[in-house]
């Protein structure tokens, strides 16, 4: 499945860059993330729970950081393991553009599901990760808001 959009959040280009590298701003944006740490700097290790209809999952898995220009763009990579739900891998083309006082952060990625998740079929597993999608940026751009208002 492929997905692509973006997010006008008002702050800096720089802010919304540390926050995107930042793991605390990240375990607090991403839907069932139970935890996530950084492991080199480019390299994090995450636990997430992810319920799909019925069937909910616990991944563990890796996001690597690569083709990194800071403070412009990186594609972001994950593969984790769901035990007997199955598999995700993805990756993400992530760049942030300046936009005045604020960044427009435009994404486009292809994530991959197989084992049983694969058999709940494309229309529901895209309408998860659409519903994912939104509430993560939707919660990125509330935190970045809220920690440029505190300094």
Not at 9 to 20: E, H, K, Q, S, Y
Not at 108 to 130: V, Y
């Amino acid at each position: 499945m492929d997905f692509t959009g973006e997010e006008r959040i008002t702050a800096p280009r720089d802010m919304v860059w540390a926050a995107l590298n930042d793991p605390d701003i990240m375990r607090g944006c991403i839907p069932g993330c139970q935890n996530i740490e950084r492991l080199s700097p480019d390299s994090f290790e995450a636990t997430i729970r992810v319920k799909f209809s019925l069937l909910s999952a616990t991944f563990h898995g890796q996001l690597t950081l690569a083709n990194v220009d800071a403070p412009k763009s990186y594609t972001l990579s994950v593969e984790g393991k769901g035990g007997l739900a199955g598999f995700a891998r993805g990756s993400a083309d992530v760049v942030l553009e300046d936009r005045g006082e604020e960044t427009t952060l435009h994404y486009r990625g292809r994530a991959e599901l197989g084992g049983k998740l694969a058999q709940l079929g494309a229309r529901l597993i895209d309408s998860t990760s659409q519903r994912l999608a939104e509430g993560f940026f939707s919660d990125f751009n509330a935190a970045v808001v809220a920690r440029m208002v505190a300094e």
